[in-house]
Nanobody, 124 residues
Framework: QVQLVESGGGLVQAGGSLRLSCAASGRTFSYYAMGWFRQAPGKEREFVAAISRSGGRTNYADSLKGRFTISRDNAKNTVYLQMNSLKPEDTAVYYC?????????????????WGQGTQVTVSS
């Protein structure tokens, strides 16, 4: 099991940027593919991005390509989500998740461990 703690959320104006971080502890971080998901009020949790164990392969929700970038630093046990050109519809709680089998898919069921989430609010 790995423990995950997100940070970096907050209030930002439309068009602005935020970088989320997710710090991992417990088992060896590089064993896990990592993902970011988000959940807006009244909506289901949705996939944002995923990254492979080494960071060499990434996967994004089609609607977010070009604005969001996922990356990781295995030496720091941290995965990041850089979010640019933010829109009010990006408002949600953002969660990071760990996949011990290294699949890094868009399905929530692929992930074994989840953080508590960090709130991102984009004002118009």
């Amino acid at each position: 099991q790995v423990q995950l703690v997100e940070s970096g959320g907050g209030l930002v104006q439309a068009g602005g940027s935020l970088r989320l971080s997710c710090a991992a502890s417990g088992r060896t971080f590089s064993y896990y593919a990592m993902g970011w998901f988000r959940q807006a009020p009244g909506k289901e949790r949705e996939f944002v991005a995923a990254i492979s164990r080494s960071g060499g392969r990434t996967n994004y929700a089609d609607s977010l390509k070009g604005r969001f970038t996922i990356s990781r630093d295995n030496a720091k046990n941290t995965v990041y989500l850089q979010m640019n050109s933010l829109k009010p519809e990006d408002t949600a709680v953002y969660y990071c998740a760990a996949d011990q089998y290294g699949r890094g898919t868009s399905a929530t069921s692929s992930y074994d461990d989840w953080g508590q989430g960090t709130q991102v609010t984009v004002s118009s």
